[in-house]
């Protein structure tokens, strides 16, 4: 039950009520203004991830060539295959730091970190791909894992503060 949509209007001016609905409206704001670049970045990466993928197969992604379609089937298979990669490992990673976060009882550093140490993996993408296919693949992956891992506690934490 949503409890603070059921208060009157003389409870909101309160000095409780007051500082529950600013707790409120500053938790939805850093969520807007903090979280969502973030959540942009992911699904703009989520969209890409089989084609990023197909690219890095046929040795086409630091290029101005790309390889998005044509006879090679192979290569879409093996590019939708490993583009289920990062999901699965996101899905270990959002329970993980979930758990984390409730064993620790905070929730701050378990939003922000992840999403912190996910866009440093992300900048050595290039010098990695140009290593081997698969440091840059497990680039790629580490990074969608530790952006979707910590969605599951921003949502708590928000939902969290609008129920007190």
């Known amino acids: 039950m949503v409890r603070w949509r059921l208060r009157s209007f003389a409870q909101w001016a309160s000095a409780d009520g007051y500082a529950t609905a600013l707790r409120c409206v500053s938790c939805v704001l850093s969520h807007c203004c903090c979280c969502s670049p973030g959540v ?10 089989s ?12 290029t101005n060539s790309t390889s998005t379609g044509g006879a090679s089937a192979t290569n879409t298979l093996h590019a939708t ?9 996101a899905a270990v990673g959002m329970w993980a730091v979930a758990s984390s976060s409730h064993h620790f009882k905070e929730k701050e550093f378990h939003i922000g ?3 912190v140490i996910g866009g440093i993996s992300l900048t050595f993408f290039a010098p990695l791909y140009k ?11 580490i990074a969608l894992t530790l952006a979707y891992s910590s969605q599951s506690v921003t949502f708590a934490r928000v939902t ?5």
């Not at 084609?51 to 630091?62: E, Y």
């Not at 290593?131 to 992956?141: D, E, L, T």
């Open 40 to 49: 942009l970045c992911v699904f703009s990466l989520n969209s890409w991830i």
């Open 81 to 89: 295959l490993l583009s289920a990669i990062p999901y699965f490992c």
């Open 131 to 141: 290593a081997s296919f698969a440091a840059g693949f497990g680039v790629i992956v």
């Open 160 to 164: 969290g503060e609008a129920q007190e």
């Open 51 to 62: 084609i990023i993928t197909k690219n890095m197969l046929a040795g086409t992604v630091l």
């Open 113 to 115: 970190m992840p999403w």
